[in-house]
């Protein structure tokens, strides 16, 4: 306890108010995003021969040095599975510097097919003719409808599918924007193995 409040000082709770509530905000962010990529590095390990550590101090005992050989990648669309793509790997040299080069080009192929494919026009069904009509509240926010408000139909514009009906200003918070819509890389043990990869090599680098 005395390194710690050495260290970080003393730190206090702020509790909210009694009967207060927190209410969700971010409604565009409620729209998965159409393509993710998953992503995996693969690595040599060298062994590493260090000088002999000071036992008085603290130290870390370098014994391997993992060297990134190669990747694997897949490009999927979540929505249409047409638009995913086969899975990508690379063994050799500079696997990092060729990986990020990869996700610049695969980056641009999924806006290309988002601004030629992604618009399709509304589909409406009997059903959803009827949905429209009797509804009341808006399916994004939640919030009632009121005289003022101008309602319109949402619709997803890769498969053309009713959604249902929504404020306007909610509904243009769900626009695909497809240069400024970001596409997640997600890896397998990004945060235990890879990541530790990527910045190894970008320490040497600097």
Not at 57 to 73: D, I
Not at 140 to 163: A, L, N, P, Q, W
Not at 185 to 196: K, Q, R
């Amino acid at each position: 306890m005395p390194d710690c409040f050495s260290l970080n000082g003393t730190q206090t709770i702020d509790l909210p108010e009694l009967g207060s509530k927190i209410y969700f905000k971010n409604h565009h962010r409620i729209q998965p995003v159409p393509f993710v990529i998953y992503a995996d590095f693969e690595a040599l390990t060298e062994k590493v021969y260090s000088c002999i550590p000071n036992n008085d101090k603290s130290y870390t005992n370098p014994y391997e040095k993992h060297t990134a050989c190669g990747y694997g990648y897949k490009v999927v669309c979540h929505v249409d599975h047409s638009y995913s793509r086969p899975v990508e790997i690379y063994r050799g040299e500079d696997a990092i510097e060729k990986f990020i080069e990869k996700m610049f080009e695969e980056v641009k192929k999924c806006q290309k097919v988002m601004k030629e494919h992604f618009n399709k026009p509304l589909i409406m069904t009997e059903k959803n003719k009827r949905d429209f009509q009797n509804s009341t509240s808006c399916y994004i926010c939640g919030e009632e409808y009121s005289e003022e408000d101008k309602v319109v139909r949402d619709h997803c514009h890769i498969t053309g599918k009713y959604r249902g009906s929504t404020h306007n200003y909610c509904n243009l918070q769900l626009r695909l924007e497809p240069e400024k819509l970001k596409i997640p890389v997600i890896f397998h043990n990004l945060n235990g193995y890879d990541s530790h990869l990527i910045m190894q090599k970008n320490w040497k680098n600097d």
